[in-house]
């Protein structure tokens, strides 16, 4: 029988039925002081003859949630996503109660496990248990950059490769291929003993396979609109909700901050050719340039050129000037700006005025708890 002490924070594994909601649950469960980690992947799609990566969660409805189990059903109970415990023997998107214990996570496993799918999110292919059959594995240890991972050695049925993976039992499993350079950092263990493969001369580069490990130039942007949008989501997540204030949320942060500056330079060639584009534009490189602390000066006088343009009741200027002020500390502009927002019928907003009011909320919540 499980036993789980109420005072004492656990990694639960959750489930959620809503689609692609997992890094707003996360950002939500963040907000009110819950500890989360979605695993996240590369997706390469071809938009208008360009290809372009994006960072998009792993696996659908997959969450682990670091809190006392009354911490999370009382989250449970407020979400409108559908959120459940996973347990053992159980699919991966059903809700069922009367199977299975609940899937709790040891601490340091969850810590190998954020290391290892942060540190190389451009390489890491996922899998659930389901997915496929593995053959039995090879325990070893490898030792990928500074960092020493314990995992297995596996194959897939009817592929030759070998992969090195490191999995969440009953959850997921996270692998990389094994290249030669890991396969000479190996360590086998069996039984308590250890291996250690003989180390090999390092294999040497030719001029043509330097070239293939820099990373590449980023095109500009031929979806400007949804690139736009990402920036901005990107960014203001990495400002207001993602603190550098632990181990989950310090990796986190910085998968989110790369992501911010890839799709920085996606957007950066673009001039809006009206002044509400470039206003919206100007806002996203701002909150971009803030995340990242690079070419902040030019991305504020953007932002004040881009404000000066629009007419006075525009609800674009109100909010460029909003954040205009809190990232720049202007307390005599926001409180102008409060004032505005004290002259609303809060209680019965106007349809942009409602829109603003559930954009900054999370920040209101994050100045309150400070």
């Given at each position: 029988?499980?036993?789980?002490?109420?005072?004492?924070?656990?990694?639960?594994?959750?489930?959620?039925?809503?689609?692609?909601?997992?890094?707003?649950?996360?950002?939500?469960?963040?907000?009110?002081?819950?500890?989360?980690?979605?695993?996240?992947?590369?997706?390469?799609?071809?938009?208008?003859?360009?290809?372009?990566?994006?960072?998009?969660?792993?696996?659908?409805?997959?969450?682990?949630?670091?809190?006392?189990?009354?911490?999370?059903?009382?989250?449970?109970?407020?979400?409108?996503?559908?959120?459940?415990?996973?347990?053992?023997?159980?699919?991966?998107?059903?809700?069922?109660?009367?199977?299975?214990?609940?899937?709790?996570v040891s601490e340091a496993k969850m810590k190998a496990f954020i290391?290892?799918?942060?540190?190389?999110?451009?390489?890491?292919?996922?899998?659930?248990?389901?997915?496929?059959?593995?053959?039995?594995?090879?325990?070893?240890?490898?030792?990928?950059?500074?960092?020493?991972?314990?995992?297995?050695?596996?194959?897939?049925?009817?592929?030759?490769?070998?992969?090195?993976?490191?999995?969440?039992?009953?959850?997921?499993?996270?692998?990389?291929?094994?290249?030669?350079?890991?396969?000479?950092?190996?360590?086998?263990?069996?039984?308590?003993?250890?291996?250690?493969?003989?180390?090999?001369?390092?294999?040497?580069?030719?001029?043509?396979?330097?070239?293939?490990?820099?990373?590449?130039?980023?095109?500009?942007?031929?979806?400007?609109?949804?690139?736009?949008?990402?920036?901005?989501?990107?960014?203001?997540?990495?400002?207001?909700?993602?603190?550098s204030n632990g181990v989950m949320v310090s990796r986190a942060y910085?998968?989110?901050?790369?992501?911010?500056?890839?799709?920085?330079?996606?957007?950066?060639?673009?001039?809006?050719?009206?002044?509400?584009?470039?206003?919206?534009?100007?806002?996203?490189?701002?909150?971009?340039?803030?995340?990242?602390?690079?070419?902040?000066?030019?991305?504020?006088?953007?932002?004040?050129?881009?404000?000066?343009?629009?007419?006075?009741?525009?609800?674009?200027?109100?909010?460029?000037?909003?954040?205009?002020?809190?990232?720049?500390?202007?307390?005599?502009?926001?409180?102008?700006?409060?004032?505005?927002?004290?002259?609303?019928?809060?209680?019965?907003?106007?349809?942009?005025?409602?829109?603003?009011?559930?954009?900054?909320?999370?920040?209101?919540?994050?100045?309150?708890?400070?």
């Amino acid at each position: 029988m499980q036993e789980i002490d109420p005072k004492r924070a656990y990694w639960f594994v959750m489930g959620a039925r809503s689609v692609n909601r997992e890094t707003k649950i996360c950002d939500a469960m963040t907000l009110k002081g819950l500890e989360c980690f979605v695993p996240m992947r590369y997706e390469v799609k071809t938009v208008r003859r360009q290809r372009q990566e994006t960072l998009v969660p792993a696996i659908k409805g997959l969450i682990f949630v670091h809190a006392r189990k009354e911490e999370v059903e009382l989250f449970m109970e407020k979400s409108t996503d559908g959120l459940f415990f996973r347990k053992t023997h159980q699919e991966l998107f059903t809700k069922e109660k009367e199977r299975g214990e609940l899937i709790i996570v040891s601490e340091a496993k969850m810590k190998a496990f954020i290391d290892f799918v942060t540190e190389h999110e451009q390489t890491v292919t996922f899998y659930s248990p389901d997915d496929i059959v593995w053959q039995e594995g090879e325990k070893v240890r490898v030792t990928i950059g500074s960092e020493l991972y314990e995992g297995e050695i596996i194959r897939i049925k009817g592929k030759r490769r070998k992969l090195f993976a490191l999995h969440i039992p009953n959850v997921v499993y996270s692998t990389i291929e094994l290249t030669p350079e890991l396969m000479q950092s190996i360590e086998r263990y069996t039984d308590g003993q250890e291996h250690r493969r003989p180390t090999l001369s390092p294999r040497r580069l030719t001029p043509s396979k330097m070239a293939k490990t820099e990373d590449r130039s980023v095109p500009k942007s031929r979806h400007l609109e949804k690139d736009k949008k990402l920036l901005f989501d990107t960014a203001w997540r990495v400002l207001f909700v993602l603190k550098s204030n632990g181990v989950m949320v310090s990796r986190a942060y910085q998968v989110a901050r790369n992501e911010v500056e890839r799709v920085m330079r996606r957007v950066a060639p673009y001039k809006g050719v009206t002044a509400a584009l470039e206003g919206e534009l100007a806002l996203a490189m701002f909150l971009g340039a803030m995340a990242t602390g690079e070419d902040t000066e030019a991305a504020t006088e953007r932002m004040r050129a881009a404000i000066a343009k629009l007419i006075d009741s525009s609800m674009l200027k109100f909010r460029m000037r909003f954040y205009l002020a809190k990232l720049t500390d202007d307390q005599e502009e926001m409180a102008r700006i409060m004032d505005t927002i004290g002259s609303w019928n809060l209680r019965k907003p106007q349809r942009k005025q409602e829109a603003f009011l559930k954009e900054t909320k999370g920040i209101w919540e994050v100045k309150s708890e400070e």
